[in-house]
């Protein structure tokens, strides 16, 4: 039997809308973190066939699309995530871990590229044992796959996105 290949979940901040495999939700200005964490759990639910007594996997994309929508400086967003999700405290310490690997990994990467696009220069290359004009080129790399699954609890865990090797 064909199976389709699954669509990612992903936030886009320009229409602000989250989207889980086919169905995709908008999410209000001003949204608070609960809003955002029901939308995301009803979209899950709704695409994976799960009901509300089934635990359900937070993968590395999800991470992905709720990392820039969530408030991560919210004291409450842990007791929401293990509220809203059903995760244990430990598993949602995890997550909110993830969530803050996740921004910190996409700031850094926006950061670098910024800077070479301004400037115009990223990395200079030089061709060993020649006096001619270095070739500039800009590039930025960002990675938070340690190559490692992280285990966040019984009912979920996060997978690292697919590596790529960089070419040398």
Same mark, same amino acid.
């Not at 001003?30 to 899950?44: D, M, P, R, T």
């Given at each position: 039997m064909f199976q389709s290949p699954r669509d990612p979940a992903r936030f886009d901040p320009d229409g602000r809308t989250l989207r889980v495999g086919g169905a995709e939700v908008p999410i209000a200005p @001003? /949204? @608070?973190? +609960? =809003? !955002?964490?029901?939308?995301? %759990? @009803?979209? &899950?639910r709704r695409q994976r066939g799960l009901t509300a007594a089934n635990a359900f996997e937070v993968r590395a994309d999800d991470i992905a699309a709720l990392a820039p929508v969530l408030d991560l400086a919210d004291v409450q967003l842990r007791d929401q995530i +293990?509220? &809203? !999700? @059903?995760?244990?405290?430990? /598993? =949602?310490?995890?997550?909110h871990a993830a969530l803050v690997r996740r921004r910190a990994a996409i700031t850094a990467a926006v950061g670098v590229a910024s800077v070479a696009a301004l400037t115009g220069v990223g990395v200079i290359h030089l061709p060993q044992g020649s006096d001619s004009t270095p070739q500039t080129t800009a590039s930025a790399v960002a990675s938070t796959d340690s190559g490692v699954t992280p285990s !966040?609890?019984? =009912? %979920? %865990? !996060?997978t690292p996105p697919p590596t790529t090797e960089p070419s040398p």
């Open positions: @001003g /949204a @608070g973190n +609960e =809003a !955002i964490l029901e939308v995301y %759990v @009803g979209l &899950v +293990e509220r &809203v !999700i @059903g995760l244990s405290s430990q /598993a =949602a310490r995890s997550m !966040i609890g019984d =009912a %979920v %865990v !996060i």
